[in-house]
């Protein structure tokens, strides 16, 4: 693949002339992107996804990253990238979308070309339910669970002072260490909402933190608590990387 290629080009009409070329993400105009020493640095991908795990409204690495995955031909990451980018933009930004999509299409397998055009077809679909893969930071996919009626305690009702909005409004300015010892501590006393579950799983995931999510695997298992399967996807995705070195 060649690495100044454009990424998007369409092109407007012009009533006064010849009909000019317009570039959307023009990476060749753009020091902030098109980049010999992004291309070439070894780790950049990982500081990429560190970066939006911290900061997942910050955009510009969003477009760093699929620019990186497209020209070094990743396809799995690639798809990954534009997944978590989609689900940052929450439905806005369609046009941008169908753009980015169009100029990614050679970079995707026809399959997830197809699940990503469905996805965006799709006024009503939730971005937090694609099926992305192991590279993705910000999706949780579909989960499925085996425990499809679950009884509610009485005295294990939100408190007034709801633990997961207080973890959440960490998570906005990025407090993540802070959002995971409210989750934990949460989790601990009232282990029957899966919510406070979820969002730790998340947590974990998006901030690669394999110790704090094996010390609260063995919390949970010592306490006999009843934990959603979640946690043993979450457990394989870091024996996989692991494995992968």
Known sequence: MIADADLIVCHDEDKNGPPPERHFFYLQDNNTLNSSELLAYVDILEKLVFRIARKPKHLISHLQRIYFCFHKDLNEQLFAAIVDFLVILNRHGQAISWRMLAGIKPGLSNEQFILIKEYLK??????????????????????????????????????????????????????????????????????????????????????????????MLNELNRSDFDIIAEWDQLNNFFKGRNNNG
Request: glycine share 4%; net charge negative.
């Open 122 to 215: 799709d006024e009503q679909a939730s971005p937090f339910l694609l099926a992305g893969n192991r590279y993705c930071i910000l999706t949780r996919g579909i989960v499925g669970t085996n425990a499809l009626v679950r009884q509610v305690v009485a005295d294990q009702a939100k408190p007034d002072h709801d633990p997961l909005e207080i973890a959440r409004d960490h998570i906005e300015y990025s407090q993540l260490e802070e959002a995971k010892q409210i989750l934990e501590n949460a989790l601990l006393k009232h282990p029957a909402r899966v919510e406070l579950q979820h969002e730790l799983l998340a947590l974990y995931k998006s901030t690669r933190d394999s110790e704090g999510f094996y010390t």
